[in-house]
């Protein structure tokens, strides 16, 4: 009976961490229909969200697009490597690895980064003294991070795709000795609109969820520094499950035949 009375507790805490989350979720996407806007917040947040994860986003993409050229091509020695090689880049960087890996590099570093931000200023209650200064912390605090990351995702994913192609090209002509010309050919040739468009969707989906999770984690942080910490480690990892699980589910909707 134990044993069955920690399955139950376990069962309804999940449950009514999905009822809480679900609710802050709706009262988010509720405030961002509705004025007033922080335009400054707005532009900041792009700036620490978009601008500031370029690098590591930029770095990622280019030695990926790198490794998986040669991972195909010793793979596929025995085909025709050269067109395996750029269709299979292209597809897999636009499709699949660009808004993944700069989905799950972002989550890392903004998601826990707003958690830690949210969840200092709940302990230290600058968001109830927000409140009291007749302030709404979701207008002021959350639509601001979700409209930033919702935004800038894409973008960078689309920055991702290109150097992670470029990454492909540049280990392929250089290390494999492959034709430039013949590369860009089949490259472009063989990658669609659709591809990179469905690329895009998916960043844009990835940053609500960086955005959400580190918000939620971080709005409701209690216990201290303690509790900040675990505030900024359930935000990353929960963000991370939740975009790899959502690429599974975006995969399946946008490509079902």
């Known amino acids: 009976m134990n044993f069955l009375a920690i399955i139950g507790r376990v069962v309804l805490e999940t449950l009514g961490e999905i009822g809480k ?38 770095l990622t993409a ?6 998986l050229a040669l991972q195909i091509y010793y793979g596929g020695s025995q085909f025709n490597s050269e067109l395996i090689v750029a269709s299979i880049v292209a597809l897999g960087i636009t499709r699949e690895l660009g808004p993944v890996m ?17 969840g200092t200023m709940r302990v230290t209650e600058q968001i109830d003294a927000l409140t ?62 659709d591809d990179v468009t469905s690329g895009l969707i998916k960043a844009a989906v990835f940053g609500f969820v960086i955005a959400i999770m580190g918000c939620y984690h971080g709005f409701n942080s209690k216990g201290g520094a303690q509790g900040v910490g675990r505030a900024t480690t359930n935000a990353v990892v929960t963000a991370s499950i939740l975009i790899l699980a959502t690429n599974y589910v975006m995969t399946s909707l946008l490509f079902a035949k």
């Open 62 to 67: 280019f030695f990926t697009g790198g490794a």
């Open 102 to 118: 700069a989905g799950l590099m972002v989550a890392g570093r903004v998601s826990a980064a707003i958690a830690a931000e949210l």
């Open 21 to 58: 989350l679900s609710v802050f979720t709706w009262t988010t996407l509720t405030h961002i229909l509705r004025p007033p806007y922080f335009g400054r917040l707005l532009l900041q947040q792009m700036m620490r969200i978009g601008y500031f994860s370029l690098p590591v986003v930029a």
């Open 132 to 193: 009291t200064l007749s302030t709404n912390p979701y207008k002021y605090l959350v639509v601001p991070r979700v409209l930033a990351a919702v935004i800038t995702l894409p973008l960078l994913v689309f920055i991702a795709d290109i150097l992670g192609v470029m990454g492909g090209f540049i280990v392929s002509t250089q290390s494999l000795e492959f034709n430039a010309g013949v590369y860009i050919k089949n490259t472009y040739d063989f990658l669609k609109a």
